[in-house]
């Protein structure tokens, strides 16, 4: 009996270890999404904004469409999501910190945030 | 006091040339709304912080210093007694029929 907990405990560990791990790859994922949504956002904006003027004709605003849905898909700006840049949680993340809820009370009350204090009245 | 229309129309106009505006009187739609946005790319490519400089990054930037890795050292060690056993790596086929040569047998 013990020894079957003890490798259910272990096996447990490594499934952890691999969630994170997972969490990390989406992290790195999404850090390449941001950066090819920098690298193109100018080009995004050039063919939206003629896409957008009805002066132009419509044989050019219909080019301008097929060039804007030929950029790279990764390239768009909702792709991307706020993740915890600590353990890569997508939801509950605190824009202003980075952080997932759970990171960030853990630093809170051990004081690592400058500024930030539990409320008590 | 009221002021003329096109005293009012003139003086729009010369404002939007001397502030860069665009003068659109007639409200038309422009792409000018997607112009006028801030950029917002270099603020979200800086989300995630930077990885901290590791020693192995070190190494990379000066190729020309003389290091040792212990662990890459080793590894080439056991790739050498591997090779020497046969236990290597098999041969990169070339041709379409070598590859297809053992495809569907178990050994």
């Known amino acids: 009996m013990g020894l079957n907990s003890k490798s259910e405990c272990s096996r447990r560990r490594q499934h952890l270890k691999l969630m994170e791990t997972r969490r990390e790859n989406?992290?790195?994922?999404d850090n390449q999404r941001r950066q090819l949504a920098a690298k193109y956002e100018l080009k995004h904006k050039l063919f939206k904004a003629f896409?957008?003027?009805p002066a132009l004709p419509a044989e050019a605003r219909e080019q301008?469409?097929?060039?804007?849905?030929?950029?790279p898909r990764n390239s768009s700006f909702t792709r991307i999501r706020n993740r915890c840049i600590f353990t890569g949680r997508p939801r509950g993340v605190y824009q202003l910190f980075r952080m997932s809820r759970i990171v960030f009370r853990e630093l809170a009350s051990r004081g690592a945030l400058n500024g930030i204090k539990k409320a008590s009245w | 006091m009221a002021v003329a229309r096109a005293r009012m129309h003139e003086l729009l106009k010369l404002q939007a040339s001397l502030f860069n505006h665009s003068f659109n009187p007639s409200n038309a739609r422009t792409g000018n709304s997607v112009l006028r946005e801030r950029l917002i790319g270099p603020a979200v490519a800086s989300y995630y912080p930077?990885?901290?400089?590791?020693?192995?990054d070190i190494v990379r930037m000066f190729p020309e210093w003389e290091t040792f890795d212990e662990a890459e050292a080793e590894r080439i060690d056991n790739i050498a007694i591997l090779k020497a056993r046969g236990k290597g790596p098999p041969k990169k086929k070339r041709?379409?029929?070598?590859?297809?040569?053992?495809?569907?047998?178990?050994?």
């Open chain 1, 26 to 29: 989406r992290n790195i994922h």
């Open chain 1, 51 to 53: 896409l957008r003027d």
């Open chain 1, 64 to 71: 301008m469409q097929l060039k804007l849905a030929k950029l």
């Open chain 2, 50 to 56: 930077k990885r901290p400089v590791s020693i192995k």
């Open chain 2, 95 to 107: 041709t379409k029929e070598e590859s297809k040569k053992n495809k569907g047998k178990k050994k």
